[in-house]
């Protein structure tokens, strides 16, 4: 089983997105028992609430389901998962220095595959927390989730 998370801070608006559109797309290339998907945040606040009303109305108009609960990235998310992907650099940094320079799995911007395919010029997901850019953000999951699953495929011949 390949193991993919999705985090940012709050695992209520970005990752819980990212995390319900690759499902989506891992489900419908018939990868499901392939691929294992899930989310976290690197801070505490919002642990056990649903995700931002924000990100489950633009989820819903898309037709993807997500039923996900907030919670909190652990020290055991770094050796279980091989893809450990941030939505910006100050959760790539966090990450990396809960890692402490050792970890199995790979750690990286989510957007670096959308970007190496040039599918993407934007590096970072930005937070619609503060901006309400739910609908903009969602564009950009989408893409940045298309070119992980083929990185993903390719990596591993699927
Ligand atoms: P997220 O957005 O990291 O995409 O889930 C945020 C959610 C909550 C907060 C900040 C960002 N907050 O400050 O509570």
Redesign the pocket.
Known sequence: MIKVLFV??????????ADAIFQQQVKEAGLGTKIMVDSA?T?S??VGEKA?QGTRAVLKKNNIPYNGR?RQLTQRDLSDFDYILA?DES?LANIQQMAGGESDGEIALFLDYANAAGLSHVKV?P????DGRFNSVYELVETGSRALLDHIRKEHNL
């Open positions: 940012c801070l709050g695992n209520i608006c970005r990752s819980p997105m945040g801070g606040w919002h931002h907030a939505m959760n997901v937070d619609p927390y503060y």
